[in-house]
C-alpha cells in the first residue's frame, strides 16, 4: 500500500517552503517518524518525517522547488523496512562519499569531493549527526597514497572556460537567504535609518572577566561572556530611553514593558537571529547560558520557529569576525540595533597622559522617525558609561 508523504504545518502564517534536500532516496528502507526530506522556510529548516515505516517510493518534486503546506511531495510503499532489499537500487555512489552511508546535503557532498576526505571519518556537528560545510572544512587533509583511482563527482561540476582555469558558479540562493535580503532591503525603504557611534574603554569588563571567569563557571556551568555585559547596559539603557525598545504601527507607537533582545549568530544556512526572551529579567548567568543553547541551535541547524520569532532590539557582535567598524540595518519592525566590534588596544588620553587602552567600537543604528538624534547619542552613552563602570549595572545607575 503506498502512503503520500505531505508538508507539514511550517508555522503561524507560513505557507510555502523551499525542498532543501532529500535525505532517503527511492529503494531506501525508512522508520516511522525518519526525516525523510528537509525544508527551507524563511527562518529556518524543517525535517518532513517518515508517516509509516517501509520503503521510499518516488519523489515527485526536485531539490529547490517551491511546495505548499499540505502538498504531496513523495509516497512510501508501506510494510516491513526489509522489503529494501529487493528495491531498486541506485547507481553506485562516488567512492568514499555515499557508499560510507552518510547522507550529504548537496554543497557538503561538493566539498568533500573537492577536500578528498572520507566522510565517514568525520564526526558531524548537525542534526542527527549531519556533516556540515564546518566540519569538513575542519578535517584534516588525507595523506596522499599511491595510485588511487580517480575520484568521480556524484554532483555536476561547476561550469569552466576551456581555454583557462577561471571558473564559475551559478547557486539558487537559499529561501533563507532571499528572505534576508529582503527584510533587509525593506528596512532600508521604509526606515529613516541613521548611524550614531561611540567608542568604550573594556578594561573594567575585561579585567572583571578575567577575574571571575574560573568561579563563575564553576558556579554556573557557564562562560562568563561579553554579551552579558552589554544586554544588561542595553537594559538599564533602555529604561531611560524607552523609544529604543518600541515599534511604529500605523501612526502609533507601540512601547513594550519588556525587553525581549534578538542576538545575530551565524549558522551554516546564514545569519539567524534568535530572540533571548525576558532579557530584563535574566541574571548575567542565565543571559550567557541562554546565549550559548540558541547559539549550540544555530550551529546544528534546529532552531525552531518559535525561537526565531518576537524581538523588540537586537545586538550584532560583528567582532566576533574581526570587524572594526559598520553601520548595522534595523531588525524591522524594531527600530534599533546596537552593533559591536572588535576589541583592540589603542592610545588614548586619561588624565593627561596618554595610555594604551583596550577599545571597541559601538554603533547604534536607529529609526529616526521614532528616535531622536539626542535619544540615540544618550543611549548610546549610557551603554558606555555601565560598561566603563559595571558597578553601574549592579546599583541601576
Known amino acids: 500500500m503506498s502512503i503520500e508523504v505531505t508538508v507539514p504545518m511550517l508555522g503561524e502564517s507560513i505557507t510555502e517552503a523551499t525542498l532543501g534536500e532529500w535525505l532517503k532516496k527511492p529503494g531506501d528502507a525508512v522508520k516511522a517518524d525518519e526525516p525523510i526530506a528537509s525544508l527551507e522556510t ?21 531539490v529547490g522547488d517551491t511546495v505548499n503546506v499540505g502538498a504531496v511531495i513523495a509516497s512510501i510503499e508501506a510494510g516491513s523496512a526489509n522489503a529494501a532489499v529487493a528495491a531498486p537500487q541506485a547507481p553506485p555512489a562516488a567512492p568514499g562519499v555515499d557508499a560510507v552511508g552518510p547522507t550529504l ?4 557532498r561538493r566539498l568533500v569531493l573537492e577536500k578528498g576526505v572520507d566522510p565517514s571519518s568525520i564526526k558531524g556537528t548537525g542534526k542527527d549527526g549531519r556533516l556540515t560545510k564546518e566540519d569538513v572544512m575542519s578535517a584534516p587533509a588525507p595523506t596522499p597514497a599511491v595510485a588511487v583511482p580517480p575520484v568521480v563527482s556524484a554532483v555536476p561540476a561547476a561550469a569552466t572556460v576551456s581555454t583557462s582555469d577561471r571558473r564559475e558558479e551559478r547557486v539558487r540562493m537559499t529561501r533563507l537567504r532571499q528572505t534576508v535580503a529582503k527584510r533587509l532591503k525593506d528596512a532600508q525603504n521604509t526606515a529613516a535609518m541613521l548611524t550614531t557611534f561611540n567608542d568604550v574603554d573594556m578594561s573594567d569588563v575585561m579585567g572583571a572577566r578575567a577575574r571571575y571567569r574560573d568561579s563563575f563557571e564553576k558556579k554556573h556551568g ?6 552579558s555585559f552589554f544586554t544588561k547596559a542595553v537594559v538599564l539603557a533602555a529604561k531611560d530611553i524607552p523609544a529604543v525598545n518600541a515599534r511604529i504601527d500605523g501612526d502609533e507607537i507601540v512601547y513594550f514593558d519588556y525587553l525581549d533582545v534578538s542576538v ?36 546544528a541547524g534546529t532552531l525552531t520557529m518559535a525561537d526565531m520569532q518576537g524581538g523588540t532590539f537586537t545586538i550584532s557582535n560583528g567582532g566576533v569576525f574581526g570587524g572594526l567598524m559598520s553601520t548595522p ?17 589603542r592610545p588614548v588620553v586619561r588624565d593627561g597622559q596618554i595610555v594604551i587602552r583596550p577599545m571597541m567600537y559601538l554603533a547604534l543604528s536607529y ?31
Open 264 to 299: 545575530a549568530v551565524s549558522a551554516p544556512s546564514g545569519l539567524v537571529v534568535p530572540v533571548v526572551r525576558d532579557a530584563d529579567k535574566m541574571s548575567f548567568a542565565e543571559i550567557e547560558r541562554t546565549i550559548g543553547e540558541l547559539g549550540a541551535k544555530a550551529k
Open 329 to 345: 540595518i534595523i531588525n524591522p519592525p524594531q527600530s534599533a540595533v546596537l552593533g559591536l566590534h572588535r576589541i583592540e588596544d
Open 105 to 108: 546535503s548537496p554543497s557538503v
Open 222 to 227: 557557564v562562560r562568563l561572556g561579553l554579551m
Open 42 to 62: 524563511d527562518k529556518v529548516s524543517i525535517d518532513v518525517p517518515a508517516p509509516i515505516a517501509g520503503v521510499m517510493g518516488q519523489q515527485f518534486v526536485k
Open 367 to 397: 529609526d529616526h522617525r521614532l528616535i531622536d538624534g539626542r535619544e540615540a547619542v544618550t543611549f548610546l552613552k549610557t551603554v558606555k558609561e555601565a560598561i566603563e563602570d559595571p558597578t553601574r549595572l549592579l546599583i541601576d545607575l
